[in-house]
């Protein structure tokens, strides 16, 4: 087999062929209007996957750089369930450009495409159909070797902007209230033979790193960085896989997007270093997004209160065992050793968590995990002397019951996690039922959370938003799809969430819509739109809305608060396209006025030009303040292997202007050359007051706080 795109091979020949794909959207009723044919073929190394995707030479693509994100470029796309559990899978997709994206679906729809790993690609184009090949080695995926393991569950996707309407289509019909990655819906590929073993899989990565960084803010020297260190894979079957890393650096890793926190809880990031990706789901995904016992981030940053910012905890070692047992058993198990920190007085800490997963009817699964943080041993610091207890630990036990009906209406969770410390006390517990019914005219859903009044210790290892409450949160949506040329999908429904207090009953938060409008347009656009609004807020602690600091409003008072929101996502298939968000309304006795925007521009298919921008005024009776948030970035792709993107933040509340500055060099699959350049600021100018009362300038406008270069060097050996 020769990848070169040009499927004239015997073997291409003689393939069985998948067509006759039918359309999900803009409905899904009929066949595809262009359609597709895909083939599947193999040898001792390689999986081969071919498309002919029927569609003028006329594309819609978002750049030339690996992972687009999902709906922004027309592709042909393949998932593999190879376990057949309509949970999990691998996807591949490929852009008419020859742009590859790579990632995981999990939970039956959610793809992540932060998984990494090698396999190949060619396309040509012609003027009435593109063709795509694609070598997916064997070594790159996961699956059984057996006399039983002889199918696979395997879907063809097809996405095409080119016409009047987007259309979405596939090989195994996806009804149009769900999402084109959801694997139910999957068909069968029947090998003859069970697949081949792919024999021994060792793979080595390899880092070395160096750079400058100067620290303004607090006074240091100009500081040299400079670090090894390495990843390992290591196939302990084809369905397990051992993962280990030393001194691993994320230097690499996209900055986080800064936000305007306008809640009292503390913000949730994702997760973007690789080591933490693969299987994420298998120990991410206990609890809810709001309650989870293992939130990855925890390991390796910190806060720090003199920079006010999360900062870097040096890792030293990890090794995480996860995969499949066979078609009914996931198995996971992750430890990692962090160094101690001094500046944050932290000790070096271990991280252990031990996750497993069985399946249990045809789509749903019983879930175990345990997770530890304990303070390592052997550390230095003395809690005598004012340090940390070096035998300190929190540990987290769970159990979670996830429901997926066969037909993928009926979904749901059922889950209870137990916290244990030293010195145990009431309330370090947490459980939760969800149930959600979705058909393509009728959406419902129902929750109750609680979590008791100490079980913030969780955050230890988990991310929990809040304490002391119980929780209810009901939804419900009615879709009607009329036959417009303007309007694909119009829906309306009603939803709220209520929360009270454990220990008195107390009403402490809501909000509840009485009526909301969901419009879906043909062209893609999308419109939200909830005309009244009514929130209630019980303040249990001092709170100051407007951020500045000019006044608090009092623990023990409450605030009922009227608004209207609005929600627009326009036609993003068009060179120019923003999404706009407002929020008009009364807010804790004062007023809101909220804009967010995003504003796109599309250098087909070189680049993207946006910038974000967050707008809140609040009025409160003893003051007023303005927030304001940009974000203007530049990502361009120089080639399908050059890639150069660069993000400035400015921030007026925490008064800081960033700049993060990146070039990728993907010099070999999996292998690439990072330099990196940051630099933060101070916005504006900043004041004191010396011992006499005497006001003086502290900071002056623009002056550097912390400015760093750094390059890394990655290269993926297979042994």
């Not at 109750?448 to 009044?453: A, L, M, Q, R, Y």
Request: with cysteine.
């Amino acid at each position: 087999m020769v990848l070169d795109g040009k499927l004239d091979e015997a073997d291409w020949k003689d393939a069985a062929v998948a067509d006759n794909f039918w359309q999900a959207q803009p409905y899904d009723t009929s066949r595809a209007i262009h359609q597709t044919e895909a083939r599947m073929t193999f040898d001792d190394n390689y999986l081969y996957i071919s498309g002919v995707c029927h569609q003028p030479k006329k594309y819609v693509v978002l750049s030339l750089k690996r992972d687009f994100p999902s709906g922004t470029t027309d592709l042909f796309s393949v998932n593999l369930d190879t376990f057949k559990d309509k949970l999990n899978s691998f996807n591949f997709a490929v852009s008419p450009l020859g742009v590859q994206r790579d990632g995981l679906v999990s939970n039956g729809n959610e793809l992540s495409t932060d998984w990494d790993n090698k396999w190949y690609s060619k396309v040509i184009n012609y003027e009435d159909r593109w063709e795509v090949e694609m070598a997916i080695p064997f070594k790159t995926i996961r699956y059984k070797v057996g006399d039983d393991t002889n199918e696979w569950l395997v879907n063809f996707l097809r996405f095409d902007q080119s016409q009047k309407f987007a259309e979405r289509s596939s090989w195994g019909p996806i009804p149009r209230n769900f999402n084109g990655n959801n694997i139910n819906f999957s068909g069968t590929v029947i090998w003859d033979n069970p697949p081949p073993k792919p024999g021994a899989n060792i793979s080595i990565i390899p880092y070395v790193l160096g750079g400058l960084d100067k620290d303004f803010q607090n006074k240091k020297d100009l500081r040299t960085e400079r670090n090894v260190g390495f990843d390992a894979k290591i196939a302990v079957t084809p369905s397990l896989n051992l993962d280990i890393t030393v001194n691993p650096d994320f230097a690499q890793v996209e900055v986080d997007q800064q936000v305007q926190n306008l809640s009292r809880f503390e913000v949730s990031f994702p997760e973007k270093r690789q080591f933490f990706i693969e299987n994420a789901d298998l120990f991410g995904s206990f609890g809810f997004d709001n309650i989870t016992p293992f939130f990855s981030r925890r390991v390796g940053l910190a806060y720090n209160a003199k920079s006010d910012q999360n900062e870097r905890i040096p890792i030293l070692l990890g090794t995480r065992l996860s995969g499949r047992l066979n078609k009914d058993w996931r198995i996971g198990f992750l430890t990692m050793q962090t160094g101690s920190q001094g500046d944050f007085n932290l000790p070096s800490s271990n991280y252990l968590v031990t996750a497993i997963q069985r399946r249990v009817f045809s789509r749903s699964n019983i879930g175990f995990i345990f997770t530890n943080k304990q303070n390592w041993i052997f550390d230095t610091l003395r809690n005598e002397s004012g340090g940390i207890n070096a035998n300190d630990y929190t540990r987290i036990l769970g159990l979670d019951y996830n429901l997926n009906s066969p037909d993928g209406k009926w979904s749901g969770k059922l889950f209870y996690h137990r916290a244990f410390r030293p010195k145990n006390e009431d309330g370090q517990y947490t459980g939760a039922a969800v149930i959600t019914y979705d058909s393509p005219k009728f959406g419902m859903t129902q929750s109750i959370e609680t979590v008791g009044e100490n079980y913030d210790i969780a955050n230890q290892t988990g991310y929990v938003t809040r304490t002391n409450y119980y929780r209810t949160e009901p939804n419900i949506v009615y879709r009607i799809y009329p036959k417009s040329q303007i309007i694909n999908t119009f829906g309306f429904g009603v939803d709220g969430d209520f929360y009270w207090r454990i220990n008195d009953g107390i009403k402490l938060d809501y909000d509840f819509s009485p009526l909301f409008f969901n419009i879906r347009f043909q062209s893609s656009a999308q419109l939200r739109l909830t005309p009244y609004r009514v929130n209630y807020t019980y303040l249990f602690d001092d709170f100051d809305p407007t951020r500045k600091g000019a006044g608090v409003l009092k623990a023990g008072t409450d605030y009922t608060y009227p608004e209207a929101r609005i929600n627009f996502i326009s036609n993003a298939r068009r060179k120019f396209y923003y999404t706009l968000q407002g929020r008009l309304g009364d807010y804790f006795g004062g007023t809101i006025r909220q804009i967010n925007t995003s504003l796109f521009y599309r250098y087909q298919p070189y680049g993207i030009f946006s910038i974000d921008a967050s707008y809140n005024k609040i009025t409160q009776p003893y003051g007023a303040s303005e927030l304001i948030l940009l974000r203007p970035k530049i990502d361009l792709s120089f080639s399908r292997s050059v890639f150069f993107s660069s993000l400035v933040q400015y921030n007026n509340l925490s008064n800081n202007l960033s700049v993060n500055t990146r070039l990728q060099w993907r010099f070999k699959p999996a292998s690439d050359f990072f330099l990196v350049y940051t630099d933060n600021y101070y916005a504006t100018e900043t004041f004191k007051n010396d011992t006499f009362g005497n006001r003086y300038l502290s900071n002056s406008a623009l002056q550097t706080k912390n400015r760093a270069i750094v390059f890394k060097l990655t290269y993926w050996f297979n042994v």
